[in-house]
Structure formats: C-alpha cells, structure tokens
C-alpha cells in the first residue's frame, strides 16, 4: 500500500520500480492512494499515475477511493489496463462529490473492475452508510454481485495460486 500523498514520493519514481516488478514476479497486487481528493499535492493525480501505467502498463494494482477526486479519469484507464481496479473505499458517502462527475452508466460500465473494500471501506463513517448509498443508486444486480462479492474474490483467486 502507498499513500503517495503523506509519504511525499511519486509513483513513477524510479526507486520503486524493483518493487514494482517483485510484486509482478510474485504474482500480488499493490494498493495505491492516487488520487486528488480529499486534499491533493504534487505526488498524487491522474497524471503522475498514468507515467506509472506508461512505464508497467500490466502492474496489478487497485486505485484507492476510486481515484478520488478524479474518478472519470480513473475509470478511463480501466480499458487499457486489465490489471487496475478501482476501490470504493470511503467514495460513496452522502458527503462525496463522486456522482457529480461520473454517471450510474459509468459505475454499470466499469462494474468487472471496481471492488469494495481493499482499502478498509472507512474509517469515520459506518461501513453500512457506503453500502446503502450504494444500493440507492439503483444499479444492477450483476453491479452488486460483482463489487461486493465477485471481483474481490477473483482477484483473491488471482493472486493465492
């Protein structure tokens, strides 16, 4: 796991690139804090992140708070990348601004590679307020099934061999 924003470094810092390929080697996945929200530096962002992908376009990895502040721009790296998810945690709560910029198309659309809770799904608010914002959006079954049970045991599948 990496918090780029509190321990200040890049993700395309050249430094880590044996871990980034141990971590390929060994078959894991690594959680990244990315993105700009809900405070921001010089370290998180889509762009910084896209340098990473540039450089290890197959790295496994799971975006954090679904890219937080840009959730659009996260979700849009999804087709090029096979091995990126995108994490609910601590994103749909009645205080986030995530529905203002991306649709329940977007979410239905993406539903193979979001997973709900590989970063804890929140520290300050209950886990059930995320769970019913999520179920008032009217999604589907199959958007459901996927992010609170069937993408997160595929990657548990994935990476336990």
Partial sequence: KLQLLVQRFYPQDKRLFPLYEMV???????LFHVG?????NEFVGIENFRKLLDRYPELPANVAHLGGYEYKEFMDLL??????YLDTAFTF???SPVMSSIST????DSMHRIVY???????????EEEM??????????????????ENGMRLIEIHSG
């Fill in 117 to 127: 809770g590989s970063d804890f799904p929140n520290l300050i608010f209950p886990r």
């Fill in 24 to 30: 390929m080697d060994k078959g894991k996945r690594m």
């Fill in 93 to 95: 709560l009645p205080i």
């Fill in 79 to 84: 087709n090029d990348h096979p091995n990126l």
């Fill in 132 to 149: 019913e914002f999520l179920l008032r959006l009217g999604l589907s079954d199959d958007f459901y099934s996927k992010v609170f049970w």
């Fill in 105 to 108: 198309k977007d979410l239905e």
């Fill in 36 to 40: 700009t929200g809900p405070v921001g």
